[in-house]
C-alpha cells in the first residue's frame, strides 16, 4: 500500500471513532504530535510534584498530610502511566528526559508558579486538577488507544484531587480572617495561570488544524476554556471567594460567562522560560536525576549479574 | 507506674517513630532516583502516617483528656518527643536512606509480629495492620541494600558507609527502662530482647546477599527515649508544627 491510501485508511479509521493502537501505521506527524502532548502532559505530573511536595511537610494536619501525599502520589503514578503510553509509540523515557532536561520538552506552565501559603495547594487541587480535568475528560474520546485508556484512568483521580482542593478552600474561606485572606490571595495568583492552562486562543493555535482532524484533541483551547470558567465561577461564589477579573460577567444570550483577557505576554514569557519558577524546576528535577545517576547504574549492574548467574545455573 | 501510663507512654513511643520516619521520607518527594522510587517512597511515608495517626488516638483515648491525633503531633514540644534518633537521622543519598529504612523496618517486622499478638486488642490490631504494611516497606528497603552493595563498586561503598554510620543508631531500638519493664511484667509487649536474635539473622542475611561486610560497633547512640533528641528534631519540629503554631485559632 502507498502512504497516501494509508492515510486515507487511517482517517477513515479514525472517522469511524475507531482507536489507533501502537502496531497500527500512523503518519508520522501523527506519532510526532502524540510523543510532544503525552510526554509534555507526563513531565507536567512529574514536575507537579514539586509545588505541591513544597508543602508536604507543613500540612497542618495528619490527615492532610495524608492526603497530600496520597494525591502527589497519584500523579507520580499518573507520570508513569503516561510516559509507558509514551513509550508506546517508539521512544524511551531515558530520551523523553533528556528532551524535558534539554529544553525541548516542555510542561505545563503552571507548575511554573510558586505556592507561598497552605491554601495554595487547595487553589492547585481545585483549579489546576479542576482544569486538568476538562482537558482530560475531553481527551478520554483521543484517537491513540494507549492515551485514551490512560485518561479514563487519571480521570478518575484527578476528580477526587479536584474535590480535596475545593473542600481545603471551602474550609480555609470560612475560617479565621488570615485563612480567608490566604484562600483570596491563592486564588488571585492562580486564577490566571489557570486559565493559561489550556493555551493560545484557537486563532493563534498553529498545530490545532492536525491534531482536531485525527482526533488527538477533541474540542478546542478556547471550547475548554469556557468549560472551566462556567464551572468554576460558581463553585467560588458557593464558598464566598472572588475571581479576580472585573470583567467577569453571566451572559443570557450566549449561556456562558463572559471573561476579560488573559495577560499572553505572561503566557508567552512563562512558555519561554521566563517565569517565577521555571528554572528553579527544572533545575531540581536535573538534579534529582544526577544524583539518582549512581543508583541507576548500581541498579543495571545488579541484574546484568543476576542474569548472567540465572544463565550459569 | 500504672499501667495505663505505661501503655499511653509505650504508644507515644510508636507513634513518634512513625510520624519522624514518615516525615524524613515526605521530604524526599520529587527527589528520588527514578519516578518509581518517588512513589514508593510516599508510599512508605503515606503508611507511616496512617500508622501514626491510629495510635495517637489510641494513646490520646487512653489518656482521656480530650487531645487529638493532631494535638499530639503538632502541639507538644521536642523534649516530649520519645523518637529513637534513629528516625531523626538525615535522608542523606539514597544508600543512606535504604540502609536506615532497613534497619527500622526490620526491627519493627519483629516487633510487630510479635505485638500483633499483644493481650491489649487495640495494641493487636494496630500491629497486626502494620505488620503487613512493614514486611513490604522491608522488603524494598532490603532489596535495596542488595542491590547497591552488590551493583557497582561505587554503590558497594556507599551503601558499606551509609550501614557503618547508620549502625549506631539501632541499639536504642532495643532500650528498655520502667515503661517496657512494666509492660513486659504485665504480658502487654514482648521484651525486645527476644527479637534480638530474628533482628540480627535479617540483617545479616541481607548483609551476605549483598556482599557486604558487618558494620563495626563503637559508639552507641541514645536518648531519644527520654526527649534527648539529636539536634535534628528540633528543626524537622518547626517545620512540621509552623502552621498550627503560627494560627493557634484556626481549624484546618
Ligand atoms: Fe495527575
Ligand atoms: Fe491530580
Not at chain 1, 477513515?12 to 510523543?35: F, S, V
Not at chain 1, 509509540?89 to 525541548?104: A, F, P, S, V
Not at chain 2, 504485665?186 to 545479616?204: C, E, H, L, R
Request: aromatic share 10%; with cysteine.
Amino acid at each position: 500500500m502507498d502512504d497516501d491510501k494509508r492515510l486515507e485508511a487511517f482517517q477513515a479509521k479514525i472517522d469511524r471513532e475507531e482507536k489507533i493502537e501502537p502496531r497500527d501505521w500512523m503518519p508520522e506527524d501523527y506519532r510526532k504530535h502524540l510523543i510532544r502532548q503525552i510526554s509534555q502532559h507526563a513531565h507536567s505530573e512529574v514536575v507537579g510534584m514539586q509545588p505541591e511536595g513544597n508543602y508536604i511537610t507543613r500540612a497542618p494536619s495528619l490527615r492532610a498530610k495524608v492526603v497530600l501525599l496520597a494525591k502527589i502520589q497519584d500523579e507520580a503514578g499518573h507520570g508513569l502511566y503516561l510516559y509507558s503510553a509514551a513509550e508506546t509509540l517508539g521512544i524511551t523515557r531515558d530520551e523523553l528526559l533528556e528532551q524535558l532536561h534539554g529544553g525541548k520538552a516542555k510542561y505545563s506552565s503552571i507548575f511554573n508558579y510558586p505556592t507561598l501559603n497552605w491554601a495554595d495547594i487547595g487553589a492547585v487541587g481545585w483549579l489546576v486538577d479542576g482544569a486538568a480535568i476538562v482537558n482530560q475528560v475531553s481527551l478520554q474520546r483521543t484517537s491513540y488507544g494507549p492515551y485514551s485508556r490512560g485518561m479514563v484512568r487519571i480521570c478518575k483521580e484527578e476528580s477526587f484531587h479536584q474535590r480535596q482542593g475545593y473542600e481545603i478552600m471551602a474550609d480555609m474561606a470560612k475560617g479565621t480572617p488570615e485563612q480567608k485572606a490566604m484562600a483570596q490571595d491563592a486564588l488571585n495568583r492562580l486564577w490566571w495561570p489557570s486559565l493559561m492552562m489550556f493555551g493560545p486562543h484557537d486563532a493563534d493555535s498553529p498545530r490545532s488544524g492536525n491534531a482536531l482532524k485525527w482526533k488527538i484533541k477533541r474540542e478546542t483551547n478556547d471550547e475548554l476554556r469556557q468549560k472551566f470558567i462556567d464551572k468554576t465561577v460558581q463553585q467560588a461564589e458557593v464558598i464566598g471567594l472572588t475571581i479576580p477579573d472585573p470583567d467577569l460577567k453571566w451572559n443570557e444570550e450566549t449561556g456562558h460567562y463572559d471573561s476579560g483577557e488573559i495577560n499572553w505576554e505572561e503566557f508567552y514569557n512563562v512558555v519561554k522560560g521566563n517565569g517565577p519558577c521555571n528554572n528553579q524546576r527544572l533545575t531540581h528535577h536535573k538534579r534529582a536525576h544526577d544524583e539518582g545517576a549512581w543508583v541507576r547504574e548500581a541498579a543495571n549492574a545488579y541484574a546484568k549479574k543476576q542474569l548472567e548467574k540465572s544463565k550459569v545455573a | 507506674m500504672e499501667v495505663k501510663d505505661a501503655l499511653i507512654q509505650y504508644c507515644l513511643r510508636l507513634g513518634d517513630d512513625a510520624m519522624i520516619m514518615g516525615h524524613r521520607l515526605s521530604e524526599l518527594c520529587s527527589n528520588g532516583p527514578i519516578l518509581e522510587e518517588d512513589i514508593a517512597m510516599t508510599n512508605i511515608s503515606l503508611d507511616l502516617f496512617g500508622q501514626t495517626r491510629i495510635i495517637y488516638t489510641y494513646a490520646a483515648e487512653l489518656e482521656g483528656k480530650g487531645r487529638s491525633e493532631d494535638d499530639l503531633a503538632y502541639l507538644r514540644p521536642e523534649h516530649e518527643f520519645q523518637c529513637a534518633l534513629l528516625t531523626e537521622q538525615p535522608n542523606g543519598h539514597f544508600g543512606n536512606t535504604m540502609a536506615r529504612q532497613m534497619i527500622f523496618s526490620v526491627f519493627y517486622y519483629h516487633l510487630f509480629k510479635e505485638l500483633s499478638k499483644s493481650p491489649d486488642e487495640s495494641l493487636a490490631a494496630f500491629a497486626a495492620k502494620s505488620l503487613k504494611e512493614t514486611t513490604y516497606h522491608m522488603r524494598h528497603a532490603c532489596e535495596w541494600v542488595v542491590r547497591l552493595g552488590d551493583g557497582t563498586e561505587e554503590s558497594k561503598w556507599k551503601i558499606q558507609d551509609a550501614l557503618n554510620d547508620i549502625w549506631s543508631y539501632h541499639h536504642e531500638l532495643f532500650e528498655k527502662d520502667e515503661v517496657d519493664e512494666k509492660l513486659i511484667d504485665m504480658g502487654i509487649i514482648t521484651d525486645t530482647a527476644t527479637i534480638a536474635d530474628d533482628f540480627y539473622a535479617s540483617v545479616n542475611e541481607v548483609i551476605e546477599r549483598a556482599t557486604l561486610g558487618t558494620p563495626a560497633g563503637g559508639w552507641k547512640a541514645t536518648g531519644g527515649r527520654s526527649g534527648r533528641h539529636s539536634e535534628y528534631l528540633g528543626h524537622i519540629l518547626s517545620v512540621f508544627q509552623s502552621l498550627p503554631r503560627a494560627y493557634p485559632d484556626a481549624k484546618w
